[in-house]
């Protein structure tokens, strides 16, 4: 998979459009940063959607932050690193963690809905490998959604931000090591969008898989054209998988998570004999770290021969689960599960990428003038297993820090262009639309098979081959529609997965390799 640029074009002249800064996706990394760029810069916000079809939109949980006096950022610092299993990257966790608190509270000031008590005090609840209460959240158990709507809301009323919806980022364009602007593709045109500032806030690719939280267009898309200007891409075989989806018949293309927070008010774990399995395995239970917790899920499964495990809520009543958790209570009622008397039927799948594109702690990557934040980005803070609801607080730190580095170094247009001509190499093959859905669904099922929460050598070999063989089918392939771009962008990423799997010897957190 060696091309730089993905489409075939023959001296294309293209339309420019020249802005001070790009962002590319519109989740909480790209709305936040976008928000904290100097308002007299005239900034373009790509997103291949809308606004509510993003990663950050469907986080349930909350957002880690130390909000108490019976709290502090080291606590907080020593639970991330933990988890992390000896690879985080300190200083980025401590810039994190003593951060953090200042973006939350900027986000109260612009209006973000957290849920508070009857005082008035943020109400704030416990996760997974949080040795402290230091949740906080939005509408229960719809963080995400309420967060992106929020910044969304504020973004569309800034006049400097030009938003282009249903846009497909398609390539960076580099010049001399350095970004000069970004391919898109939007109707059936091409454009460039061009600047000297590029912020690349475009997600994970959760949907290699066959079963994942993540939204259909979740291919890593943001990665792969990165990867291709050159950037370093690191430790993309830290796979999580959340332990907690719920199993149902139908909605297969992105299934429904079941927060860790449900656990953190008191859910446990149980086999089909009732059996809590969780309490013997380790120091906190069932809010271990979630690379534990979805190993010991798969082996209780293997040992009773259950199907799925079963998360036991009854602890909590039924105005307490359903104000709490109000879209879990929601979709279990929909799908004719009465919770909170009813046990919750649940699978780990997988759920986020720790590894991604390279970044500092201003969130640079190794090209000039491109920066990553978000799930894309590695900034080193999650290592090899992310603590509970560190995501979206990684965005608003190294969101903002790209946007103040940015501001601080701003690099301007020497002059503005109005078109663009470009050239790339030729291809000779032309695959049918079944051909791609074929090799799509090929990948999805390699990767769950092959590269899931545990792993083989000989697996992880076979995987090697058959993904090895796609990308040498695609190397001669035309690429014209999105969708195509995406199946390749997939490939591509699953290849570096199942490469960085291979390099690791050892277990370490989310990568579990058995011989």
Known sequence: MKRKILPDFDGEKLHVYNFDVLVIGTGVAGLYAALNLNEELEVAVVTKANIDESNSYLAQGGIAAVMTADDNYRN?????????????????????????????????????????????????????????????????????????????????????????????????????????????HTGDEYKLLRSNNIIVAAGGCGQIYRYTTSPLGSVGDGIAACARAGAVVNDMELVQFHPTTLVSEGKQDRLFLISEAVRGEGGILRNSKGEAFMKDKHELADLAPRDIVTREILKELDRVGDSNAWLDVSSMSEEFFSTRFPTIYGECKARGINVPHDMIPVHPAQHYLMGGVKTDTDARTNVKGLYCCGECAETGIHGANRLASNSLLECLVFGRRAAQHINSNFIPLTEEINEYTITTEKHNRRLTLEEFENIQSTVKDTMSAYAGPVRTPSGLNKAKKILSDISTLLDDVILETPFEFKVFNGVANAIMIVDGAIARKESVGSHYIVN
């Open 76 to 184: 907080h610092i020593e639970d991330t690193l933990i988890a992390g299993a000896g690879l985080c990257n300190e200083e980025a966790v401590k810039v994190l963690c003593e951060e953090g608190p200042a973006d939350i509270r900027r986000l109260i000031e612009m209006a973000v809905p957290f849920d508070v008590n009857e005082d008035g005090d943020l109400q704030i609840t416990r996760e997974g490998g949080h040795h402290h209460r230091r949740i906080v959240h939005c509408g229960g158990d719809a963080t995400g959604r309420e967060t992106t709507k929020q910044l969304g809301k504020i973004a569309l009323t800034k006049e400097n931000l030009h938003f282009f919806f249903d846009t497909y980022l398609v390539d960076i364009v580099t010049k001399d090591n350095a970004v000069f602007g970004a391919l898109v």
